[in-house]
């Protein structure tokens, strides 16, 4: 993938290429070392978490690894580099990956109408209000939902609960159940309006679950069977999975949440992993897998590698760079909650930073870099500049954002701004 950037942040990195010494690489190098060490064990001593571990690679090779803190802290079960934790959304990029494979055989292109394949979504009504009954004012699509919109979270789905009329007609059809297929899942949503029309705005929700379902419409297999077929098997990522077999389930994390008066109290096993424990009809494409920071850093150094990994050709270069490019349009100005990633915009199924960082609070990053995390707070990316890639696991709700902005600054150094900027 040959890329050409307008900019490259001046960080202090692992980088060391324009190091002339061996002794000062050295010294750089055991500084970031340093640095990271004393940032996750902050979070474990600030009690903000129980444990929290992570994983870099850079230009092919492991530049740190360590793990502090405890997976199960209960029973005193240290965080390990193969304690396996719920992934939760990036699951989405794995998905997005599946997806693509496809795209890469021809099977369809990104700005197909989704019904060509899944007529379940045609002619949908779109979500306008509610009149003086309450009863939804509904209108119809001024265009079809096309697969593009659902990779970048256009399509107009949503699972808010706070829309009046909407929220209460999305919960009486209860299409994410667990114990629907996702053809049960398809057909519940299509016939639910969408939230807004497509492309009027970027609104995180169940498009990803609906890549999924396309996967098993186009490829005739289950997702759970080509996901594991023609992604993590050839990527040897065993720990990667739905369903957690009895026999591993003692290397499974804990999981946290920290209260209005700043407790961090421990889940019950059985409750937090209930998803993970048994064999649903349920496989989303969204969220759901487990994996460890190998597996899971096996996945990001396929997508750095133009998608290759050890011989396996996952994805084609120029796939890996339409997916890795900022697919949103400047129109679409209603972006939820997403700035908050930082100068970003969406790929396919990845935030893709488009700017670098405006102020030192933001999140640290390199343009041309693709991420994203997971709702207890993990988090991955993806620097392409830097041959860089990085994978951080904790498990705490509620989301913390803050975490992520410690880890990269220690991983990068703190932002250093052009002087024009301050």
Known sequence: MKRRFLYILTVTTFISTAIGQENSKKVIQETAKARLDSTLQSFVKNGEVAGASALIFEKGKEVYFNAFGYADM??????????????????????????MTLYDKDKFQLDDPLEKYAPEFANMKVYKGVDSNGEMILEDLERPITIRDITRHTAGFSTRDDVPGFSEALKKADPFNWENTLPQMAEKLGNLPLWFQPEAK????????????????????SYQEYVREHVLDPLKMTD??????????????????KT??????????DEAHAFNYKKWPLTPGGWGLTSTLDDYMRFARMLVNDGKLDGEQILEPQTVELMSTNHLDENITDRSWLPSKGQVGFGIDFAVRIQPPASVEENNGVVGEFFWDGAASTLFWVDPVN??????????????????KRFRDAVYG?????????
């Open 387 to 404: 041959e860089l890639t990085a994978v951080f696991f904790v498990q705490i709700f509620p989301y913390n954002g803050s975490l992520h």
């Open 240 to 257: 990667t999975r739905y369903i957690v077999p009895k026999e591993d389930r003692s290397r499974m994390s804990s999981a946290y949440r």
């Open 202 to 221: 970027w609104e995180y929700g169940p498009s990803v679950d609906v890549q999924a379902f396309l996967v098993e419409r186009i490829s005739g297999q």
């Open 74 to 99: 209960e029973n005193k079960v240290p965080m390990k580099r193969n304690t396996l934790v719920q992934i939760y959304s990036m699951t989405k990029p794995i998905t997005g990956t599946a997806l």
């Open 260 to 269: 209005e008066i700043g407790e961090l109290n421990q889940s019950p096993n």
């Open 414 to 422: 703190p932002i250093v701004l052009p002087k024009n900027s301050q």
